[in-house]
């Protein structure tokens, strides 16, 4: 990443992807913010434009393959080169022993989590190609690496991603295109506390109960901050971390250590 370069950031909208856009746009990025939350993916764009940045909201829903094109599309039309690509949005899928998951949402979890990166993926890659560079950043998850019981969908959809990435950084290695992912432990915010009361509601415990056996199960008995994660995508997009390619590295304060 140098001056001047570009980013599309899904899920850029609220959450960990807003910070990661604030993280790449103190990092001279323009941002492209792809989300399907236009009131969040506007207040992000204030945010970056606040750093002396441009901040364009592209409403994507990653579940819709065709407005990921047009998203890309766009992106380049306006920008010229999408220098990196961070995959974060992602969805927490249903809650519930194998044999209760619908289909439907099944599918939905996958749309969102593995479809939608390596459609945009196949979209950003000739871009980069043609331009012989480019960084990208899939956002996993711990449970990418380790099972979590009573989420199949979400865990396979993480583990896909971490295959994914795997396999695509070594496509495209030759073209100085890194391809990495990112594995959070429990990152501290709305959306972890949402999963926290139903895992509650799930085992019979009290929300509370769930939280401190999250923080327990680090050896720094605390939650990851979001500003860990975008950190760490800031650092493999810059050329500090040209040589890093095909990992999957744990944000996770130490509770998983493969
Ligand atoms: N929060 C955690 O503890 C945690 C832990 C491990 C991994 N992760 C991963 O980190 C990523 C970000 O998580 P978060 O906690 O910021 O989540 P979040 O729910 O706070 O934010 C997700 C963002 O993705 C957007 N989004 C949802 N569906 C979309 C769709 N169909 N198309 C486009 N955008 C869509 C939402 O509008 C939202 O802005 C996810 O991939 C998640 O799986 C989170």
Redesign the pocket.
């Known amino acids: 990443m140098t001056h001047d370069s570009t980013a599309i950031v ?10 990661i856009c604030l993280e790449l746009a103190s990092r001279d990025c323009d941002i492209v913010i ?4 236009d009131a ?2 506007d207040e992000t764009a204030e945010l970056v434009e606040a750093e002396g940045q441009v901040g364009r909201p592209l409403h ?5 393959v065709a ?1 990921i094109e047009s998203t890309v599309d766009a992106a380049v039309e306006e920008f010229e080169t999408i220098d990196v690509l961070v ?6 899928g249903p809650t519930a022993p194998c044999e209760d998951v619908e289909t439907d949402d099944w599918d939905a979890t996958m ?3 593995l479809t ?1 990166p390596f459609a945009m993926c196949r979209s950003v890659l000739p871009h980069m190609k043609a331009d012989g560079y480019g960084r990208i950043v899939n ?6 690496k380790r099972p979590l019981a009573n989420r199949t969908p ?1 865990a396979t959809s ?1 583990m896909g991603l971490i295959g994914f990435t795997r396999t695509l950084a070594a496509e495209v290695g030759a073209h100085d295109i890194n391809v990495n992912a ?11 506390q ?2 926290f009361e139903r895992q509650a509601e799930a085992t019979d415990r009290t929300s509370e109960a769930v939280r401190g056996d999250a923080q327990a199960d680090s050896p720094r008995g605390e ?2 901050q ?1 500003e860990d ?1 975008a950190g760490l995508v800031g650092f493999l997009c810059s050329d500090r971390a040209d040589r890093i390619t095909g990992q999957d590295i744990n944000v996770s304060a130490g509770k998983v250590m493969y």
């Open positions: 899904t899920g850029g909208g609220g959450g960990i992807g807003r910070q792809a989300d399907i939350d969040g993916m994507t829903d990653l579940s819709d407005t995959n974060n949005a992602g969805i927490a749309a969102v989590n939608g956002v996993a998850s711990v449970t990418g979400y993480k990112i594995c959070p432990g429990s990152v501290d915010g709305p959306r972890i949402r999963v939650l990851v979001r994660v």
